[in-house]
């Protein structure tokens, strides 16, 4: 007996399924068998290829398991998005119901503007979170396709969709913003400082910043490992960067490590920090700069990658691909001169 039918305690369906009656020829029982069989097949075919049920599978696959941490706990953020709700044949449903051959562009675009409103009345900004809910989606749907033939499509349904328009940030943070922000840093916890300091003379990432080890930190300079497709590369020891690393390195005294190659930026035990530390640091920080009348002047730690390429003479030192990836990190209004 299939163990995702419903039976009673002896192992008959239930309900019950009549193939006939005594007497009744047997080919006849046969196709009755036949046809039961394949409408229960078609029953939990329809039940397991939900989007609900292809998430889970999804994030129970290998593929989902090779991501990073911080990739797989912002998935059981992102995840959410399947507990919308809709209505399906009129009653009340959820996007995790809808099976996945009923599910098309319009509908997601129409959830994606619902939760956009729900957000920004929330006072959230939201199009980035929505636009990462349904990357979410549309990834699990990809790896559907890909791994899972007995799904019932071949193709993405959201292969193609258009998402949200979003903004990009074109504020340059000066170096009196920086001043003031770095300084009210040095009050909340004492790794912010280094860690403010490092990511803008390394141009990282501030997830980049948290992977960084002792043993990146060479004669030539400090070993950066690049996420998203950038180039990893080497920064070289000014007498700014070595002042940061001697500053984090100094909390090392404090701590009883036992990790043989700690984080420049570690828990006590040389492990690193979490990035959802740093967030909720920043939060506490930003609390601050607007009890301080600042509000205007706050920046996050991705603006301070910027303003680390923006004063860079090197614009290659976050180590992008693209000349394009580079003008958008390059905040600086140019000084040109005029004609003569």
Not at 4 to 21: R, S, V, W
Not at 62 to 69: A, K, Q, W
Not at 83 to 95: F, Q, S, Y
Request: hydrophobic letters at 35%.
């Amino acid at each position: 007996m299939r163990e995702d039918l419903p039976t009673d305690k002896n192992g008959f369906l239930k309900p019950p399924i009549a193939l006939g009656k005594v007497g009744d020829d047997p080919d006849d029982i046969y196709r009755a068998y036949l046809s039961a069989k394949e409408s229960i097949d078609k029953q939990q075919g329809m039940k397991r290829n939900t989007i609900g049920w292809i998430i889970q599978e999804y994030m129970e696959s290998r593929l989902f398991r090779e991501l990073d941490v911080s990739s797989q706990k912002r998935a059981q953020n992102l995840r959410r998005i399947i507990d919308h709700p809709i209505k399906i044949n009129g009653k009340n449903a959820t996007l995790s119901d809808l099976h996945i051959t009923n599910l098309s562009k319009p509908i997601m675009h129409k959830i994606a503007e619902k939760r956009l409103s729900d957000y920004q009345a929330a006072g959230k900004k939201g199009v980035v979170q929505v636009n990462r809910e349904t990357t979410f989606i549309s990834t699990a749907l990809s790896w559907a396709t890909n791994y899972m033939p007995e799904v019932g499509i071949a193709i993405n349904p959201l292969r193609g969709y258009k998402k949200l328009k979003e903004t990009a940030c074109g504020r340059y943070v000066t170096d009196e913003e920086y001043a003031q922000q770095y300084e009210l840093a040095g009050q909340i916890r004492p790794y912010l400082q280094p860690m403010i300091e490092l990511t803008y003379l390394l141009a990282t990432r501030g997830v980049e910043t948290l992977d960084i080890r002792l043993s990146d930190c060479t004669n030539e300079g400090i070993r950066t490992y690049r996420r998203k497709g950038s180039k990893d590369n080497i920064i070289e020891w000014s007498d700014r960067l070595r002042d940061a690393y001697n500053l984090a390195l100094a909390l090392h005294k404090s701590y009883a490590i036992t990790l043989p190659d700690p984080h420049l930026l570690c828990k006590p035990d040389g492990s690193a920090l979490a990035k959802s530390t740093i967030n909720a640091a920043f939060q506490e920080l930003k609390r601050k700069m607007e009890q301080q009348g600042l509000q205007n002047a706050y920046w996050s730690l991705h603006m301070v990658k910027a303003k680390g390429i923006s004063d860079s003479q090197d614009k290659h030192i976050a180590g992008h691909v693209t000349e394009a990836m580079r003008q958008r990190y390059d905040r600086k209004v140019p000084i040109r001169k005029p004609a003569k």
